[in-house]
């Protein structure tokens, strides 16, 4: 059984700074990407305290105590709270506010991150376009990699096996929609955030869906 109670064990905030990690390599220039990164981070930016989006403060990120046993590297995101996990060694995590997929579009789960990308360029699929027309039938043919993509500025792509589900955790150009139901069905995080999180974040990892209702069960995938 997959249930959001298995993993928390306080709240009790620990703030602390990301950590610098490795960078994958990809075709787009390296210079664009670091123009649209100053583009997208405050002045002066702190992880901790930066909140121009003024998101409510347990949403900025923070680091936290959760049940020891848990796989360092994997992420958990609890749906009702909000919240993504990325365990650390020794019983921490890093928490982060998120968006999740509005009404039934959530999806609940195991799932595995088998891609990752900075600058993404994004399409919808055509269930989003047969469902929402007049937002998602003029990117049919794709949106270009900005500030402005949906996807944002990072994007961690989810699977079930060897199969796309074309659920990701990513960036939003809508940063005031973290902590709510806004998405269609990804997990949404402000821009810095996953900046901070993508360079830590290593293919392979196990990324656990929560349901977003009390008393739900989600099986693996």
């Known amino acids: ?5 298995h993993f928390i064990l306080t709240t009790t905030t620990l703030f602390s700074s990301a950590i610098a990690g490795p960078v994958l390599a990809a075709s787009h220039s390296t210079d664009q ?9 405050p002045p002066g930016y702190d992880p901790a305290t930066t909140n121009p989006w003024g998101l409510h403060p347990r949403l900025l990120p923070t680091r936290v ?27 921490t995590a890093m928490r982060y506010g998120v ?23 994004w399409t ?25 993509n949906a996807l944002g500025s990072r994007a961690l792509y989810l699977y079930a096996g060897d199969r796309d589900t074309y659920l990701r955790i990513h960036g939003t150009p809508l940063p005031r929609s973290i ?37 739900n069960v989600a099986t693996a995938v």
């Open 1 to 5: 059984m997959l249930t959001r109670r």
């Open 33 to 41: 990407w670091a123009a649209w990164d100053a583009q997208v981070t």
């Open 65 to 91: 105590e959760v049940r020891s046993g848990l796989v360092p590297g994997d992420i958990h995101v609890d749906a009702i709270a909000r919240y993504l996990y990325h365990i650390e060694g020794g019983g």
């Open 99 to 121: 968006a999740i997929g509005r009404g039934g579009l959530y999806e609940p789960g195991v799932y595995t991150v088998r891609r990752k990308a900075k600058w993404p360029s």
């Open 124 to 148: 919808p699929t055509p269930m989003m376009i047969e469902r929402e027309p007049e937002i998602y039938a003029k990117y049919a043919d794709g949106m270009e990699p900005g500030p402005a």
């Open 179 to 215: 902590g709510s139901r806004a998405s269609s069905g990804c997990v949404r995080m402000v821009m810095p955030h996953i900046n901070d999180l993508y360079e830590l974040v290593e293919t392979g990892i196990t990324v656990y869906l929560y349901p977003a209702e009390e008393g």
